[in-house]
């Protein structure tokens, strides 16, 4: 029997979001084997109970109130959310935070050697999706009228059998669509992972855990980007180098044994670097320069 005083989240079991979900389960400090076979896996040092499931049903486990947290596709979220409020159902959650992976795009595209003419070339077709709800409500505020067929997986396969003129699916790469001739033609909707939280009054108890995981989660997404970066440069040209260094918190400046005028300037830069900044600051006159991965990062 599950103990209700422990917050429960639901993650997908196997699939696209697994891997980096478990990573970050990990990296917030949650001593937990994801690797088993079991569906639910007791967290070993925090009050955390996380159950394994098919992604589809995580957004009812998350409305029903059955599980405090999910992690899951915003595209499978608001999915689930336009069929229940089809069907009348509760569709309420509170979406805490993007997690900056699983991303990608919902997109209507069509054979490649179909002309395209704008949205009313797609007039009284026949769109395979996994996504009807999400499709319809798209093409209802163009008033496009089509029939959908719904396909739950290879849904590129669909115009090539004589299945459906057009195919409404998630494209990463572009490389599937590609593959099987087909071009993309509308973006409707974007995507990526997000932690959802239920809706209906959560114990005190359970909120701060839930605070916790949030400022962790907050430190590893944001640690994921940032950079640790030291550099030796004359302290004229400080304000120059801000201006090509955003930096989150105050940077230190320390004097150099043997220097009047440099300075090691030491900052956490919350950008990528690409080579073309580092040589700007090569050109600015800076040496020694370091680029170092940060871990965690705690405000
Ligand atoms: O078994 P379960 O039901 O849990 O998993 P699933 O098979 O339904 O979902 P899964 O694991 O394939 O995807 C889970 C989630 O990952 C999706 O709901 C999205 O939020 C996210 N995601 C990100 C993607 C993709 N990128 C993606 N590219 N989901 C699917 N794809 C598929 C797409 O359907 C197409 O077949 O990848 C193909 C296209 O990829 P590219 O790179 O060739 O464009
Ligand atoms: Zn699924």
Redesign the pocket.
């Known amino acids: 029997m599950l103990d209700h005083n422990r917050l429960r989240i639901a993650i ?6 697994s891997n980096e979900t478990s990573k970050l389960l990990k990296s917030c400090g949650l001593k937990v084997n994801l690797k088993q076979q079991r569906l639910i896996s007791f967290v070993k040092n925090m009050p955390i109970d996380i159950l394994r499931v ?3 049903d995580i957004p009812g486990l998350i409305m029903e109130g059955v599980v405090d947290l999910g992690i899951i ?1 915003k ?2 979220l608001e999915e689930e959310v336009l069929n229940r409020l089809s069907k009348g159902y509760n569709a309420k959650y509170i979406i805490l935070r993007k997690l900056d992976f ?3 795009r919902l997109s209507i595209a069509i054979p490649i050697n179909k002309d395209y003419l704008g949205l009313n070339s797609l007039q009284n077709t026949c769109i395979a999706t996994s996504y009807p709800n999400l499709l319809k409500k798209y093409l209802d505020q163009y008033n496009i009228k089509f029939k959908s067929c719904m396909l739950n997986g290879s849904v ?1 396969l669909a115009p090539r059998v004589g299945l459906s003129d057009a195919i409404c ?9 590609e593959a099987n001739g087909i071009k993309e033609v509308e973006v409707i909707y974007n ?1 990526q ?1 997000c932690l959802v939280q239920r809706y209906d009054k959560i114990s005190i108890f359970k909120q701060t855990i839930i605070n916790k995981l949030l400022k962790r989660i907050k430190g590893v997404i944001q640690a994921k980007v940032s950079k640790y970066i030291t550099l030796h440069i004359s302290s004229k040209k400080l304000k120059q180098v801000f201006t090509l260094l955003p930096y989150i918190h105050s940077p230190t400046i320390l004097p150099l044994i043997g220097e009047t005028e440099k300075v090691s300037l030491h900052i956490v830069c919350n950008e990528i670097l690409f080579w073309e900044r580092i040589e700007k600051l090569k050109l600015l006159g800076a040496s020694s320069i370091l680029v170092l991965p940060i871990e965690k990062i705690m405000e």
Do not use: H, M, Y
């Not at 997908?12 to 979001?17: A, E, N, Y």
């Not at 699916?169 to 669509?177: H, I, N, P, R």
């Open positions: 997908q079991k196997s699939g696209r979001l098919r992604d589809d596709g595209n499978v699983g991303l990608c590129e699916d998630l494209v990463s790469t572009g490389a599937t669509l995507s992972a």
